[in-house]
């Protein structure tokens, strides 16, 4: 394994001062209580700022509607998985016996999830400046433009975007629940809107597809009472 990492430094073009750090953000809560949750919050708030600013350089005539349309395109976990695979973490990725029978090092949720937990660990290892440099490298032969913005929208973007419209904050999301044996978890997310006292209720996969239905959900209820 210490061969793998190193190799996956090489990958990543960024050697950790605490490797540490490195394990931890490859370990799934199904091999150890010191597992990637964390990390993965940290790095998926990153992603999105070094997203951001990106897109702000690249793709000067378009207005913050579709920024954020394209970056939507570019943080899903469809992309995230192919960066992940790129990079070889399916076979670094580190799983309990039972996740690892059923297939967790090719799962699409779990390897996006990983990317994101090692972009949060390269901030806490050396800081923003070296974390932004990684996500650049990592998208440096992703197609970018303008066309991405006419993609559809997501539910979370939709959402968000509904909200920007009427000048409310934007939601609160947060994991409710966690249902299901560790190789097999389903996500109860809950969506908030404080500011219309709204709360509504999503499960999916993985945190992030749970965020989705939620979103769902609320837009349905948002639409149902003609608001």
Not at 78 to 90: D, F, I, M, N, Y
Not at 103 to 109: E, F, M, V
Not at 148 to 165: F, I
């Amino acid at each position: 394994m210490d061969g793998q990492l190193t190799a996956l430094q090489a990958r990543l073009q960024h050697r950790y001062s605490d490797p540490q750090l490195l394990v931890r953000a490859l370990t799934h809560r199904s091999f150890s209580a010191d597992h990637n949750e964390r990390l993965e919050f940290l790095g998926d708030s990153v992603l999105n700022l070094a997203v951001a600013a990106l897109l702000y350089e690249r793709l000067e005539a378009l207005p913050e509607g579709d920024l954020s349309r394209v970056r939507a395109n570019l943080v899903r976990q469809e992309t995230l998985h192919q960066l992940a695979v790129g990079l070889g973490l399916s076979d670094v990725i580190r799983l309990g016996e039972g996740e690892s029978r059923s297939g967790g090092s090719r799962r699409p949720s779990i390897l996006a999830d990983a990317l994101e937990a090692l972009i949060g660990s390269v901030h806490l290892d050396a800081g923003y400046a070296a974390a932004e440099a990684l996500v650049r490298r990592l998208f440096a032969d992703v197609q970018i433009n303008p066309t991405m913005a006419a993609a559809a929208k997501d539910p979370k973007t939709e959402l968000q975007e509904w909200l920007q419209g009427r000048h409310m904050q934007l939601p609160v999301y947060r994991v409710a629940a966690t249902l299901g044996a560790a190789h097999k978890q389903t996500f109860d997310v809950q969506c908030e809107i404080p500011e219309l006292g709204a709360t509504e209720r999503g499960i999916g996969a993985s945190r992030r597809a749970g965020e989705q239905a939620a979103a769902a959900a609320m837009l349905l209820a948002l639409k149902a009472k003609g608001k």
